[in-house]
Every structure is written in structure tokens, then in C-alpha cells.
């Protein structure tokens, strides 16, 4: 069973325009972190938020988290035709184990 | 360059047949996971070692799956008999193990379809 759900489950915009995905989890956490899958090959690690954190940038990626609401959002800026992927929340589940549970994902398309 | 190994990347087999997935996690790491991935249920984890033995196969279908680490740089994911709704795309991923949740490396799948 997921412990995440992403919002939207697809998005599409133009190049260059910045890209907003949504992620609500169920259950309390330590960390939550944030993958790409581009079609047909692996999940590659984006950023890792912790939960005593309340944002996080990493190039041209934004991270906020939100405890209170069980709520995470990536924003990409200014967005490329590479970004073109699916992105997937993960999180850990209170006890810190080393287990990951993904979200259902957002399938972002950018239009050159 | 480091990278997390799977073989076969593509395998069609019939009903019944047995399937033996392989992964080599990258040298060094100590934690392994086992994750399925299909376009109605999304990613679910199957099976978990740490430092080879198994923590967590809850996910697993105990009747016809098995995971092992036979030695550190290999993970084995076996269906005995395979079915049709066994087909989907099997990801391993390896993680240094820290004791906590961190970034883990997949590989590039294998994406099973059983006729």
C-alpha cells in the first residue's frame, strides 16, 4: 500500500515554466525524499528532507515539508525537456527504518 | 561508475515457468531491497536484507516468491511457478545502510511479462 499520494498524477507545461508537485503521506516520519523515474529505466534519487526541516534546495530544485499537514511539494524551476519524468515521494515511516514507501507518482511532461 | 546491476532486463516466459531475477548492488552497500512496480498498484516493496539476511519479505507472496543474498554482491528474486499476474517491472536498489532511511540506488529493472 502507498504511504504517499502525489498531486497531480499528471502535469504538463511549457519550458521553462516552473513545475509544482504535491505529496501527502499518512503516518509520521523521519525523513522524505523525492525521486525521478525517466520511462523505462530506474528511480534516481532527487533530494532527502528531513522532518525537522522545513525546505531544501538543491539547483533548481525546491523542497518543502510540512509535518503538521503530512504534506510535501517539489518545485522545479525553471523547467527543461529533461525534466520530462515521473517523480515519486518516499517516505520512511516513524521509526527510521531503512524502508522506503512511494507515492503513486506525477507524470511531468515539459513541451519545448 | 557505481550502479546497481540487474539481469535480465527483459524477460517473456510462459505460465508455470520458474524466473530467477539478478542483482548486483554496489560494493560496499549492505542494504538490498526488492521493489515491483505496475501501472495499478505503483511500487511496492517485495523483500529487504541487511547485510544479507532478510528483515522484511511481508510484502513478498510467500507461496510462489523467494529472495536470497547468496554472498554480498549478489540478490536472487525467484517465481516458482510464475503466473500472469506476476508481470510488471522488478527494480533492486541498494542503500550504504545507515541504520536510517536514506538515498537509495535502483537499477534499471526487469521488466517481466508472463503469457
Known amino acids: 500500500s502507498q504511504q504517499g499520494e502525489e498531486d497531480p498524477q499528471a502535469l504538463s507545461i511549457q519550458e521553462g515554466e516552473n513545475a509544482t508537485m504535491n505529496c501527502s503521506y499518512k503516518?509520521?516520519?523521519?525523513?522524505l525524499q523525492w525521486y525521478r523515474q525517466n520511462s523505462g529505466r530506474g528511480l534516481v534519487h532527487l533530494i532527502l528532507?528531513?522532518?525537522?526541516?522545513r525546505e531544501k534546495h538543491s539547483g533548481r530544485l525546491r523542497v518543502t515539508l510540512d509535518t503538521s499537514k503530512k504534506s510535501s511539494s517539489l518545485l522545479i524551476t525553471a523547467s527543461r525537456a529533461a525534466d520530462t519524468a515521473s517523480y515519486f515521494c518516499?517516505?520512511?515511516?516513524?521509526?527510521?527504518?531503512?524502508?522506503?514507501?512511494f507515492g503513486t507518482g506525477t507524470r511531468l511532461t515539459i513541451i519545448p | 561508475d557505481a550502479r546497481v546491476t540487474q539481469t535480465p532486463r527483459d524477460k517473456v516466459t510462459e505460465m508455470g515457468q520458474e524466473v530467477t531475477m539478478r542483482c548486483q548492488p554496489i560494493?560496499?552497500?549492505?542494504?538490498v531491497f526488492w521493489y515491483r512496480q505496475t501501472m495499478m498498484q505503483g511500487l511496492e516493496l517485495l523483500a529487504y536484507?541487511?547485510?544479507?539476511?532478510?528483515?522484511?519479505d511481508s510484502g513478498m507472496p510467500k507461496d510462489r516468491f523467494s529472495a536470497e543474498m547468496p554472498d554480498a554482491t549478489l540478490a536472487t528474486l525467484k517465481i516458482q511457478p510464475s503466473e500472469p499476474r506476476d508481470s510488471a517491472v522488478y527494480f533492486c536498489?541498494?542503500?550504504?545502510?545507515?541504520?536510517?532511511?536514506?538515498?537509495?540506488?535502483f537499477g534499471e529493472g526487469s521488466r517481466l511479462t508472463v503469457l
Open positions: 536498489a541498494s542503500g550504504p545502510g545507515t541504520g536510517q532511511a536514506g538515498e537509495l540506488f
Open positions: 503516518t509520521s516520519i523521519n525523513n
Open positions: 528532507i528531513r522532518s525537522n526541516e
Open positions: 518516499a517516505t520512511d515511516g516513524w521509526f527510521g527504518n531503512e524502508k522506503l514507501t
Open positions: 560494493l560496499g552497500h549492505n542494504t
Open positions: 536484507f541487511r547485510n544479507r539476511a532478510p528483515l522484511d
